[in-house]
């Protein structure tokens, strides 16, 4: 199978998965958290969004709030056109076959005490897919596909190294087939050399079939690798969402630069743009009023402090949210 | 001048199997003012060697070698009171997670003081005031209050900013930053890196920077170690290093890594096949050599030796001919 | 200290299934050993009291006050109206460890099941099942399972059932807490990903990671059934057709001053059967938490 060209993006005007001001709240005892706070985006048949952000933005909270694991407080998920916000447990059961998760860890996602072949055919038993002799044989067609030998279905998680645990973690994640698979950093518990692996096994995949990816890291430069749009979150809410290029060659948010900036061997273009942020992330319990950035923000003005900046198009495909970007 | 010497260091685990070498025949030395990085994937022996220079080792881990010299002092051979008021004056370590680091019940102005007054004396208004002024150093925002914070009131960067305060609080003249920003965010990682290469500056300090992330050696360090299951396969300038790696797995590494490889996106990486030998399955010959595209009959049965080459020094049978081999490396990003 | 993966793997010897492994710590540990061989003996006892005893042993069979010792035939000796205590501490064996086992055995399923759907479900089921869980923890279990007996008449099945239900609530917390810890795991989260039913992941993924700490009250759990049983029984509660430990300590009080021995050896079996127990539970958590540690 080829990309879809482009004269079918436009045959399926309903996104694959659309976001629309979703948040999700938690109560701690602290007060409560808004971990993600009205964030809308829509993500492409095929596409692989990179979702980035610095930890306690709210990355993996939106994750799990699109694979309703955690309830969202506001807002709706579509998922190919229709709306799975206020489906219920068991009505969900039927739409989780199209969207799957990988994990960080994949050996805390992997029940120790079953056999691989047990833990691929998990899927197939609980949507009660095929006979046994269709679902051994899906067994090793997975097996295959993620690059794992065949004999890897009689041994036990514990068996294999960091690298082809998260193998076994994506070939679960496929198992049904989905059209969306969420992956929340899974090459970042991996050694560079063993990221590699990953990496090239998920642009194959992607390549094979027309399977969207979400794509979650704090790593920049992998996200740059994989994706075609990136959005940046900060503190709940996405900052800037673009086109990879366009967002690599014009950031417009002081945030993105500067996170762009802090890739090692990514200097700023001239002195004048160099922008180091000053500070910490500010608490989520109590986040800044006005543009959640401006603490940090070396360009803050007044209204910046009072007036949260809602996203803007700044040129076609590419989005930010901040009152002072030069618009071109 | 050179602060800290390492000679044939060995460390080993002793198991009811016999000797499970884990770091095997370290040497380097490391200059006033100078910043060399110790580069390597996990298990590669880096935090072992860290432990070891601290004398922090503890059985089953035994060390062997031909002496661990701290301003000409061996610390093979010191006894522990000895070793323990180094610890913390002359030589001083920065953790991974400061969290775990730190003590949860004293706030963190007084574990500061705390370094002060047992290595130095003093009384106590006098190191409090140290503790304020180190604080400030290392770029506390209001230090004064801050000084009184228990550690889990602190953001990860201020702690890692409290821990840099306290390996800084007796002038060591070696410091030992072990992934001091793994823990951390990419742009408090930058501000860390940054603090850590002024304060070097300043102080005369010499660093070494044990990483697994080759990104940030080249803006960080002078010179680089690459460790592979227990021994240096190459060691270089930083700049050096970046424009032609020699040995087959620091090319690899270079390769594997999205950003600093120069692949284009989506472009396959190009991947080390296979992972990490253990302890216990060490290959014989070049350890490298299972997963290594050049390795032949020579590298499957004799361990290279360090030679020098190209500035540096590499252990690697076909580093020589190496770009014969592989003329179609690509350029490498970061200069 | 940081010690490498590789090394842990290569020195315990790779492979091996974790279920033989856990048996061979449990007997490296001399006081699970102990635990081991008592427990063993103890059903031993239980499974050979109608072969060698065939008769009921509460018929009188010898003269009374038979001193254990003095007659081959009773080597326990008899109690005041000549029962062979022998017979007795055989077939009690076998009524204390039916009472002990089936007893926990209602206290596990009540207490796991409370505690599962309590930690699973959260909000307003949590709430009521541990209002309900309180109530049990407010009134002392024994009186409370006195009280049972005493309405219903003493039988095995009352004893037992009254024991069992007044013994769970310590488990269904104990459960309760630990499926909490794993209710927002990966594990589970990717289970629910994967649309796997509420009942199988509680069932599948969710109760065997909490199989270790809940063996561990198992063994406890038969061991303190054991003892309100000798106590129910010690105090005329017992079901008066069968023999029972307990009611031979009992029947032997008014005597202890003249003849010790027919209080005092009902008295040492079920010492020795609680005491295998909690060794047992002491040596099983010992193994299974050293496994936790290790993964």
Not at chain 2, 147 to 155: C, N, T, W
Not at chain 2, 303 to 326: K, L
Request: charged share 20%.
């Amino acid at each position: 199978m080829t990309a879809n060209p482009p004269s079918a993006e436009l045959a399926t005007p309903d996104p694959l998965l659309s976001v629309r001001d979703l948040s999700v709240r938690f109560d701690t005892a602290e007060g409560p958290v808004h971990a993600v706070d009205g964030v809308s985006f829509d993500l492409k048949a095929g596409e692989i969004l990179g979702l980035v952000g610095e930890s306690g933005c709210g990355k993996s909270t939106l994750a799990r709030a699109i694979l309703r694991l955690v309830e969202p407080r506001a807002g709706s998920i579509s998922l190919a056109g229709s709306d799975i916000t206020h489906l219920s447990r068991r009505q969900l059961r039927g739409v989780r076959r199209q969207v799957q998760m990988v994990f960080q860890d994949p050996y805390s996602s992997l029940a120790p005490r079953w056999t691989v072949a047990e833990l691929l055919t998990e899927p197939l038993v609980i949507h009660g897919v095929g006979d046994r002799a269709e679902r051994r044989r899906h067994v090793g067609d997975l097996l295959d596909k993620v690059g794992l030998p065949a004999d890897a279905a009689q041994r036990y998680p514990h068996e294999f190294s960091g690298g082809q645990r998260q193998r076994l973690g994506i070939a679960r994640a496929l198992a049904l087939d989905p059209r969306l698979v969420v992956l929340d950093e899974p090459v970042s518990a991996l050694d560079v050399s063993v990221q590699a692996q990953i990496l090239n096994l998920l642009v194959e995949l992607q390549r094979q079939s027309d399977i969207a990816f979400l794509f979650i890291s704090h790593d920049l430069s992998v996200v740059e690798y994989l994706s075609d749009r990136v959005a940046v979150m900060y503190l709940g809410q996405i900052v800037e969402i673009a086109d990879r290029d366009s967002l690599w060659r014009h950031p417009s948010h002081p945030y993105t630069r500067a996170l762009l900036q802090a890739i090692p061997g990514n200097p700023p273009p001239s002195a004048d743009d160099a922008l180091k942020i000053e500070g910490d992330l500010p608490s989520p319990i109590a986040p800044p009023p006005g543009c959640r950035f401006h603490t940090r923000c070396p360009y803050a003005e007044q209204r910046c402090r009072i007036d949260n900046p809602a996203l803007r198009t700044v040129a076609p495909g590419h989005q930010a949210a901040c009152h002072l970007m030069r618009l071109s | 001048m050179s602060l800290l010497d390492v000679k044939n260091l060995s460390i080993s685990f002793a198991t009811p199997r016999g000797r499970l070498a884990a770091v095997r025949d370290l040497s380097f030395s490391l200059k006033a003012g100078e910043t060399l990085a110790l580069v390597g994937e996990s298990g590669c022996g880096k935090s072992l060697t860290a432990l070891a220079l601290l004398g922090l080792l503890e059985p089953p881990a035994v060390m062997e070698g031909n002496g661990i010299f701290l301003e000409g002092r061996n610390l093979l051979t010191l006894d522990e009171p000895t070793l323990r008021s180094l610890r913390g004056s002359r030589i001083a370590m920065i953790f991974q997670e400061p969290m775990t680091a730190l003590n949860p019940v004293l706030t963190v102005g007084e574990q500061i003081m705390e370094v002060i007054t047992e290595h130095e004396g003093g009384g106590r208004r006098a190191a409090r005031a140290r503790a304020v002024a180190l604080m400030e150093k290392v770029r506390i925002p209001d230090a004064e209050r801050r000084f009184a914070e228990y550690p889990h009131r602190l953001s990860g960067g201020l702690r890692q900013r409290v821990m840099i305060a306290m390996a800084l609080a007796c002038s060591p003249a070696v410091l030992i930053a072990d992934e001091p920003t793994t823990a951390l965010d990419v742009t408090i990682q930058a501000q860390i890196l940054d603090l850590i290469g002024t304060l070097k500056r300043e102080n005369g300090t010499a660093v070494l920077f044990i990483t697994h992330d080759l990104g940030l050696v080249g803006q960080h360090a002078d010179r680089v170690m690459v460790m592979y299951a227990g021994r240096v396969v190459e060691e270089r300038t930083a700049a050096d290093l970046f424009a032609d790696p020699l040995h087959p797995y620091t090319r690899g590494l270079i390769a594997a890594r999205p950003g600093l490889g120069g692949s284009g996106r989506r472009e396959r990486l190009m991947e080390i096949p296979g992972t990490v030998p253990g302890l216990g399955a060490m290959p014989v010959g070049c350890a490298f050599s299972p997963r290594c595209a050049f390795a032949d009959d020579l590298c499957r049965s004799t361990v290279p030796t360090s030679i020098d080459q190209a500035g540096g020094r590499i252990a690697c049978h076909h580093s020589e001919g190496i770009h014969d081999r592989e003329p179609a490396i690509r350029r490498i990003g970061n200069s | 200290m940081a010690f490498p993966d590789s090394l842990i793997l290569s020195a315990d010897g790779t492979g091996s299934h974790p279920r033989f492994a856990l048996l061979r710590r449990l007997l490296r540990r001399p006081s699970a050993l102990c635990g081991l061989v008592l427990m063993a003996a103890i059903l031993a006892m239980a499974v050979l009291a109608h072969p060698l005893y065939p008769d009921d042993p509460l018929d009188m069979v010898a003269a009374p006050f038979l001193h254990p010792g003095t007659d081959a035939a009773f080597p326990l000796g008899s109690d005041m109206l000549g029962r062979d205590l022998a017979a007795g501490i055989f077939h009690g064996a076998r009524i204390s460890l039916l009472i002990g086992v089936v007893a926990a055995l209602v206290s596990l399923v009540i207490g796991i099941g409370i505690g599962a759907l309590s930690g699973y479900y959260g909000g307003r089921i949590d709430a009521g099942l541990m209002r309900l869980t309180e109530l049990f923890q407010t009134i002392p279990p024994f009186l409370f399972s006195l009280a049972i007996v005493a309405i219903l008449q003493p039988s095995i099945a009352t004893i037992t059932g009254a024991i069992g239900i007044t013994a769970w609530p310590g488990l269904a917390r104990l459960v309760r807490a630990e499926v909490l810890k794993l209710r927002h795991s990966e594990l589970v989260e990717a289970s629910i990903s994967l649309g796997a039913s509420d009942a199988r992941i509680i069932l599948l993924h969710i109760l065997p990671n909490v199989l270790a700490p809940i063996v561990v009250s198992a063994s406890i759990l038969v061991a303190s059934a054991i003892l309100s049983e000798s106590s129910l029984a010690f105090l005329g509660l017992g079901d008066p057709n069968v023999v029972s430990w307990g009611g031979m300590v009992g029947a032997g009080r008014e005597v202890i001053r003249t003849d010790w021995y027919v209080a005092t050896i009902p008295g040492i079996a079920i010492l020795a059967a609680v005491l295998a127990l909690n060794l047992l539970g002491d040596g099983l958590n010992d193994a299974l938490n050293r496994k936790g540690q290790r993964r």
